[in-house]
T-cell receptor, first 110, second 113 residues
Framework: SQQGEEDPQALSIQEGENATMNCSYK?????LQWYRQNSGRGLVHLIL?????REKHSGRLRVTLDTSKKSSSLLITASRAADTASYFC??????????FGTGTSLTVIP | KAGVTQTPRYLIKTRGQQVTLSCSPI?????VSWYQQTPGQGLQFLFE???????NKGNFPGRFSGRQFSNSRSEMNVSTLELGDSALYLC????????????FGPGTRLLVL
């Protein structure tokens, strides 16, 4: 079964608004990564946060990690229509297993 | 640098047949992982290869197998295809196994009739 669960499953916002999606996982991890997938194509790596980090920024992306709650969030600020995609969290656990979450489908309306 | 390439991009097979998918990692990457993506099960890890050795294997039946060659190119094989094997098969490469960023190919979409 999958390690991660993402919330919400689907999100629709207006261009310019911020989008927040959350990921919860089950076991101890070495790192957590976020990926984007456009309409049934390959995944694109967005950002990696290690288990000893609490927050990380990359451009319009901000990721937080709370290992005590086994959760992470991805914030996309000032969203654009091109951000429309599915977003997945992925965890690399201490058992050397790599798991993807269920994904959040984001639609940004121009 | 060229990205991860997967061939073929699309494939139609019938039940009972077998299929081989190919993945060429980014130059210099020695770790290759395979994933199956379906609407019902999401993204599931199949296996990972590093230096021609399988390091990890997901929870899939023995019909799913793979290998890696000395040039790091990898193939996965599915024998005795079932309807439920219809999926997008994604390959990812990384410099070292699992821990670091994985770079994904465009995927092979397999349809089993």
């Amino acid at each position: 079964s999958q390690q991660g669960e993402e919330d919400p499953q689907a999100l629709s916002i207006q261009e310019g608004e911020n989008a927040t999606m959350n990921c919860s996982y089950k076991t101890s991890i070495n790192n957590l990564q976020w990926y984007r997938q456009n309409s049934g194509r390959g995944l694109v790596h967005l950002i990696l946060i290690r288990s000893n980090e609490r927050e990380k920024h990359s451009g319009r992306l901000r990721v937080t990690l709370d290992t005590s709650k086994k959760s992470s969030s991805l914030l996309i600020t000032a969203s654009r229509a091109a951000d429309t995609a599915s977003y997945f969290c992925a965890t690399f656990d201490t058992g050397n297993q790599f798991y993807f979450g269920t994904g959040t489908s984001l639609t940004v309306i121009p | 640098k060229a990205g991860v390439t997967q061939t073929p991009r699309y494939l139609i097979k019938t039940r009972g047949q077998q299929v081989t998918l190919s993945c060429s990692p980014i130059s210099g990457h020695r770790s290759v992982s395979w994933y199956q993506q379906t609407p019902g099960q999401g993204l599931q890890f199949l296996f990972e290869y590093f230096s021609e050795t399988q390091r990890n294997k997901g929870n899939f039946p023995g019909r799913f197998s793979g290998r890696q060659f000395s040039n790091s190119r990898s193939e996965m094989n599915v024998s005795t295809l079932e309807l439920g094997d219809s999926a997008l098969y994604l390959c990812a490469s990384s410099l070292i196994p699992s821990e670091e960023t994985q770079y994904f190919g465009p995927g092979t979409r397999l349809l089993v009739l």
